[in-house]
């Protein structure tokens, strides 16, 4: 939480300094200012004194580094000092700007305290709450700076929550639940088909997947159309809902790696975080979520290695690994996305190890037929957000490799996992679109101010793009009005 009160007390103070300018330890005596001057030799990310009887924290923000590598250093910084806060149960802070900082760099620093601030403890009996407030005045951040970043924290906890449930609570019906309590009091309408809706639909991929389970799967719609809204055709973000992954028949042979696929459903949770975010924030663009929820289960009427399904867009598939189920049900929920005349589609997905394996954590791979300026604004947004993105090409060869001899497509090849997968769903689509395979999704180990298991990728990302497609829109209006008045 971030709040404006410069009459409240608080239990430390954290100031932002650069020590390569001169007179900005003035606010310390002599011997504190020699204190700090012998720290920073040590190269120490922060350096604590008391003054006064209270806790001051001086961070130095000067760098070597600039623009995008700057600010995901002080979100860095921000997490290291978000540690000894926890560590030390400083729970209410002061930040202080010594130097004329930036404000999106004073923005990022406090973004990587607020975004550290997180816990999953729901099934833990004894809790170990901590929760940070931080003060800073208008001259740091202003209010709508820190409107945003609460909103953006609050819509990656609910993302990481979604996440880290476990499928004992988080079935597709629980889903489709949680989708509507998250977004009640916000203006998006959520609509939830039921099994028998996805029947009469025809949804073949979706419909396949879930077989093995004892229960249904659904499909959800979350639509975001503000009446300000400056685009017509819908932005469409899909998330892949797979609740838990077993394989199915194909049961997964690597060591261990069943032991996180509660995951599986982090592109459904991106979505949701995403939606919530671009709504809270009131931002003025027509966004739609579509989520198909299944889970891959090897129950007794599973579909078998080597059986056929029709898809939703009548299309035959030779399921040869019911392990590649993601890409079956994102394929129905991509033909869907036709009926809505979109100006892009983006999915998100845990699709391939082979992303996980190419890529590691720090990035996700992307896929791309939209135009290049779109994949470029894509890219910035990653960039700015460190939620980077490496693209990998859809050539026309790799259809080769998912044509089968019996159906009209096959699931899986034996060769380039991720690209393949994302070249089986452009099948499924006749519009711009953006494939996002998103290897940093969940990780096993702390990662920085991600955290540890779900990291909630994407949806900084998604918030700072359609944020900037709404300035590009604004700004254009601006320009053809004032051309428009000089002319005249």
Known sequence: MLITDNKKETEAQVILFNSKEKNLLNFLDEEEQEIVLKNLKLNLPFITLKMHQQTIIAVD??????????????????????????????NTVRLISQTPLEKKLSKAFVEGCLLSNYSFDKYIKEKNKYLLTIYASGSILNNKDKQELNTICEAVRITKDLVNEPYSYLNAVQLSNDIKQYTKSLPIKVTVWNEAKIKS???????????GSSLPPTFNILTYQPQNAINKQPLVLVGKGVVFDTGGLSLKPTTNSMDMMKCDMAGAATVVGSLFAIAKLNLPYYVVGLIPAVENRPGYEAVCPGDIITMYDKTTVEVLNTDAEGRL????????????????????????????????K???????????????????????????????????EYAQYMKSDIADLKNVSSEAGAITAGKFLQHFTNYPWIHFDIAPAFVNSPYNYRGKYATAYGVRLMCKFVKNLTKDVQQNKKRKNTNRNKSR
Not at 340 to 354: Q, S, W
């Open 61 to 90: 923000v000067s760098s070597n580094k600039q623009g995008n590598d700057l600010k995901e250093a002080l979100r860095i910084k921000g997490y290291q000092v978000y540690q000894f806060l926890k560590d030390h149960k400083i």
């Open 201 to 211: 639909e025809k949804m073949g991929g979706i419909l396949a997947v879930n077989k």
């Open 329 to 360: 049900i994102l394929a129905d929920a991509l033909h869907y996305a036709k009926r809505l005349k979109p100006n892009l589609v983006i999915d998100f997905a845990t699709l391939t190890g082979a992303a996980v394996r190419a890529v590691g």
């Open 362 to 396: 720090e990035a996700a791979v992307i896929m791309s037929t939209a135009p290049k300026e779109i994949v470029k604004k894509v890219k910035n947004a990653g960039n700015k957000t460190a939620e980077r993105t490496v693209e990998f090409p859809l050539w026309d």
